[in-house]
């Protein structure tokens, strides 16, 4: 869901940028614009369900909301550990608001500060891994995937050779040979193989990155959140501020096999996002504008 999709400044219809990704009850935060806890109030998440938080970079409109968010856990009794991660500089900022504001959390907060090329596993079957961006500051994005999730049984064909639905069926699902009637049944006689898991790729502020299909890792995706602050009028100013026009998301969404390509980050002189969409509609198939408090599925 995202929470806030508009670009440096708040407009009255989109916040700063904040993105949330419900996994199993569980949450990830991508970037805490001022207001992101405003609109997880507005949508009914608990900020005590996030797992951890990762920003792209440390930009006031995609990181001020912060040291709010974290003293609104702090409110909310929060006990459970928290981990941020982001660039160079994110621990010392935190500190220094906490420090200033007089403010000791009462649950730990791991923050690890990113370089590219890592990867965390951030919840049961779930991995972060981050690449850099290109941008004003430093900056990265992350490819959140889950890992391959086991093949689909054939339980007609289990049932042929004895196997009732059971123990013995989820043994074989996950890998393991059974012994029915003194004979060995193996896994691939009856479960199909695994299935991708569902990826998705979230650049944060960003210009056109060159190689981003091995940066990112995976030959397609479900779906590519993508910065596209400006039209291709605007495609000098939009390179030069570290961003990326409506048709850049498109390309790089055609190099990422994006299932879905979701636009985001908009310039206040948008009032309409009708023109990006319709920009990047002439490379990809499947294009929509994000809006605060729009919901997508991740898996497609
Ligand atoms: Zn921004
Ligand atoms: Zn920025």
Same mark, same amino acid.
């Given at each position: 869901?995202?929470?806030?999709?508009?670009?440096?400044?708040?407009?009255?219809?989109?916040?700063?940028?904040?993105?949330?990704?419900?996994?199993?009850?569980?949450?990830?935060?991508?970037?805490?614009?001022?207001?992101?806890?405003?609109?997880?109030?507005?949508?009914?998440?608990?900020?005590?369900?996030?797992?951890?938080?990762?920003?792209?970079?440390?930009?006031?409109?995609?990181?001020?909301?912060?040291?709010?968010?974290?003293?609104?856990?702090?409110?909310?009794?929060?006990?459970?550990?928290?981990?941020?991660?982001?660039?160079?500089?994110?621990?010392?900022? $935190? %500190?220094?608001?906490? @420090?200033?504001?007089?403010?000791?959390?009462?649950?730990?907060?791991?923050? &690890? *500060?990113? #370089?590219?090329?890592?990867?965390?596993?951030?919840?049961?079957?779930?991995?972060?891994?981050?690449?850099?961006?290109?941008?004003?500051?430093?900056?990265?994005?992350?490819?959140?995937?889950?890992?391959?999730?086991?093949?689909?049984?054939?339980?007609?064909?289990?049932?042929?050779?004895?196997?009732?639905?059971?123990?013995?069926?989820?043994?074989?699902?996950?890998?393991?040979?059974?012994?029915?009637?003194?004979?060995?049944?193996?896994?691939?006689?009856?479960?199909?193989?695994?299935?991708?898991?569902?990826?998705?790729?979230?650049?944060?502020?960003?210009?056109?990155?060159?190689?981003?299909?091995?940066?990112?890792?995976?030959?397609?995706?479900?779906?590519?959140?993508?910065?596209?602050?400006?039209?291709?009028?605007?495609? $000098? %100013?939009?390179?030069? @501020?570290?961003?990326?026009?409506?048709?850049?998301?498109?390309?790089?969404? &055609? *190099?990422? #096999?994006?299932?879905?390509?979701?636009?985001?980050?908009?310039?206040?002189?948008?009032?309409?996002?009708?023109?990006?969409?319709?920009?990047?509609?002439?490379?990809?198939?499947?294009?929509?504008?994000?809006?605060?408090?729009?919901?997508?599925?991740?898996?497609?």
């Amino acid at each position: 869901m995202f929470l806030g999709t508009s670009a440096a400044t708040p407009t009255r219809y989109r916040g700063l940028p904040g993105l949330v990704l419900k996994y199993r009850g569980s949450l990830l935060l991508f970037d805490c614009g001022e207001g992101t806890q405003h609109r997880l109030v507005e949508a009914g998440l608990s900020p005590l369900k996030i797992k951890a938080i990762f920003i792209t970079h440390l930009h006031g409109d995609h990181v001020f909301g912060l040291p709010g968010l974290i003293q609104s856990m702090a409110m909310n009794n929060r006990r459970e550990d928290l981990y941020v991660y982001g660039p160079r500089g994110i621990a010392d900022m $935190l %500190e220094t608001v906490f @420090e200033a504001t007089k403010f000791t959390p009462p649950f730990n907060i791991h923050v &690890v *500060e990113v #370089g590219g090329g890592e990867k965390f596993k951030v919840l049961d079957r779930v991995w972060v891994s981050v690449f850099p961006v290109r941008h004003t500051v430093e900056a990265y994005g992350y490819t959140v995937y889950e890992e391959p999730r086991p093949g689909k049984v054939d339980v007609e064909k289990a049932r042929k050779l004895g196997i009732e639905p059971g123990p013995l069926l989820g043994l074989l699902q996950r890998g393991i040979p059974v012994s029915v009637g003194g004979r060995l049944v193996r896994p691939e006689e009856v479960v199909g193989k695994p299935r991708p898991g569902f990826r998705l790729v979230y650049t944060g502020d960003t210009a056109p990155i060159d190689g981003l299909r091995k940066l990112v890792g995976f030959d397609s995706v479900d779906v590519l959140v993508h910065d596209a602050t400006f039209t291709s009028e605007y495609e $000098l %100013e939009a390179h030069e @501020e570290g961003h990326s026009t409506a048709f850049d998301a498109a390309r790089a969404a &055609v *190099e990422l #096999g994006a299932k879905l390509l979701v636009l985001t980050h908009f310039s206040a002189r948008y009032k309409s996002p009708e023109p990006l969409v319709s920009e990047a509609s002439r490379l990809h198939p499947n294009v929509v504008a994000a809006e605060d408090l729009l919901k997508l599925p991740i898996r497609l």
